[in-house]
């Protein structure tokens, strides 16, 4: 009987011993694996709570839930930097578009407001005051705003604006007109008054939910009022089209450098009084292997735009040097 009641004692404490072990040691390393599980599914707020007393398994738990603090404020701080602009501390476009899509706010009207002369504005008075003329330019279109409206940075020298309800053809002028109004008077910065000239391409109405084709659209009317030299301009649907057949063209232009495809065709030059031919004017034609011959009237614009054309010039000027040269060879 006493072997019986000894070996029920010690089962009874290796019973005990092994709860311990349980919920002092093995419960939270079992609880550390689930935090460590839902941490990784994405859960940045996982923490452990324990009052073990063990200082290996309570350093183990301490040092996990330093851990996932840390992990949440680094996401916070990258969600943070991708959301808003560092410059402005508007919204980035990233942080617009998701902004507008959270809050479903993808039926109203988008205006896309470029900065004409920014680019003279960095060269003439420096990178630096380019960034205050930013700063205070969002700062003006700030103003502007009421509760419906929400306002980001979305290109080096774009902003957009977004008012989320529907409008009549009478607010859409008179928005426009107040950001025109907004920069009547010139920026202060430092020791110089700058004047800013802005265009707007104005989306009123898109099929699709993505914000991202709503600012495709604005920026497509925006760069269209720009080369156009007008203030407002509204966004439809052939733009698109024709915006993407001047970059096929664009491409297209591009391998016709690449392949040497630009030839120079000669117009005679007639002395009136004479009636005698005294010279050639080379005119730059294109045989593209793709597109057949293109018309000067529909590349040279393209090209022109896309800086390209003195590139087409130069072959146009091996060419004649060629045909020159081998002319004369020929006793011509």
């Given at each position: 009987m006493s072997s019986l009641a000894t070996a029920l004692l010690i089962m009874v404490i290796a019973i005990l011993v092994a709860v311990y072990?349980?919920?002092?040691?093995?419960?939270?390393?079992?609880?550390t694996a689930d935090a460590?599980?839902?941490?990784?599914?994405?859960?940045?707020?996982?923490?452990?709570?324990?009052?073990?007393?063990?200082?290996?398994?309570?350093?183990?738990?301490?040092?996990?839930n330093d851990m996932a603090l840390n992990l949440d404020q680094s996401f916070q701080e990258l969600h943070k930097q991708i959301t808003y602009d560092s410059l402005t501390h508007l919204y980035s476009?990233?942080?617009f578009i998701d902004t507008l899509e959270h809050h479903a706010c993808t039926d109203g009207t988008l205006y896309v407001i470029g900065l004409n002369n920014f680019k003279r504005i960095n060269l003439t008075h420096g990178h630096h005051i380019?960034?205050?003329?930013?700063?205070?330019?969002?700062?003006?279109?700030?103003?502007?705003?009421?509760?419906?409206?929400?306002?980001?940075?979305?290109?080096?020298?774009?902003?957009?604006?977004?008012?989320?309800?529907?409008?009549t053809e009478y607010d859409f002028q008179l928005m426009a007109s107040r950001l025109q109004q907004a920069f009547k008077t010139?920026?202060?910065?430092?020791?110089?008054?700058?004047?800013?000239?802005?265009?707007?391409?104005?989306?009123r109405s898109c099929p699709t939910t993505e914000m991202e084709q709503w600012l495709r659209k604005g920026s497509i009317a925006l760069s269209l009022a720009q080369k156009e030299k007008i203030a407002v301009n509204f966004y439809q649907e052939q733009m698109s089209t024709e915006h993407q057949r001047k970059d096929e063209m664009r491409d297209h232009i591009r391998r016709?450098?690449?392949?040497?495809?630009?030839?120079?065709?000669?117009?005679?030059?007639?002395?009136?009084?004479?009636?005698?031919?005294?010279?050639?004017e080379a005119l730059a034609r294109w045989h593209s292997s793709y597109l057949g011959l293109v018309s000067p009237i529909e590349f040279i614009p393209i090209a022109e735009d896309s800086g390209l054309i003195n590139e087409i010039g130069?072959?146009?000027?091996?060419?004649?040097?060629?045909?020159g040269m081998r002319g004369i060879q020929q006793g011509l």
């Open positions: 072990v349980f919920e002092r040691v093995t419960s939270p390393i079992i609880d460590a599980r839902r941490l990784a599914e994405g859960d940045l707020q996982a923490q452990i709570t324990t009052n073990t007393r063990i200082h290996e398994t309570r350093q183990l738990v301490e040092t996990f476009r990233v942080g380019g960034d205050k003329v930013l700063n205070r330019v969002a700062n003006r279109l700030n103003r502007l705003l009421d509760s419906c409206e929400i306002l980001g940075r979305v290109a080096a020298d774009e902003f957009a604006l977004m008012r989320c309800k529907d409008a010139p920026i202060p910065v430092e020791q110089h008054r700058i004047r800013v000239d802005i265009s707007i391409g104005i989306v016709g450098i690449a392949n040497n495809e630009f030839v120079p065709y000669y117009q005679p030059i007639v002395d009136l009084d004479t009636d005698r031919i005294v010279g050639a130069r072959q146009i000027l091996f060419g004649a040097c060629r045909d």
